[in-house]
Nanobody, 121 residues
Framework: QVQLVESGGGLVQAGGSLRLSCAASGIIFSTASMGWYRQAPGKQRELVAVMTSGGSTNYADSVKGRFTMSRDNAKNMVFLQMNSLKPEDTAVYYC???????????????WGQGTQVTVSS
């Protein structure tokens, strides 16, 4: 079954930390570009961080220096360590994959169901 499952969201006070996890299945994970996006109420979904299959990472300016994305190819997982959280980080966080299901197959865009992160002031 092809799916992305996020976990680790919750309620935290400003200045606190959370670690999000995303478990992938049904894709060739080692070749996938992975990303974290977020969507706040009334706003469009925005990119938070993206990591290529080779491990190169880019971050949104708003999270640089506070968030760190990592991946574990052995476990088919990506993580988002979020430090120094601010109320404006409150959103539903989604895991994204641009991946193939089989070798030499077409790439597909996949989304998780999202996990809520709420930062109180």
């Amino acid at each position: 079954q092809v799916q992305l499952v996020e976990s680790g969201g919750g309620l935290v006070q400003a200045g606190g930390s959370l670690r999000l996890s995303c478990a992938a299945s049904g894709i060739i994970f080692s070749t996938a570009s992975m990303g974290w996006y977020r969507q706040a109420p009334g706003k469009q979904r925005e990119l938070v961080a993206v990591m290529t299959s080779g491990g190169s990472t880019n971050y949104a300016d708003s999270v640089k220096g506070r968030f760190t994305m990592s991946r574990d190819n052995a476990k088919n997982m990506v993580f988002l360590q979020m430090n120094s959280l601010k109320p404006e980080d409150t959103a539903v966080y989604y895991c994204h994959a641009n991946a193939v299901r089989e070798w030499f197959g077409p790439k597909n865009d996949l989304w998780g169901q999202g996990t809520q992160v709420t930062v109180s002031s």
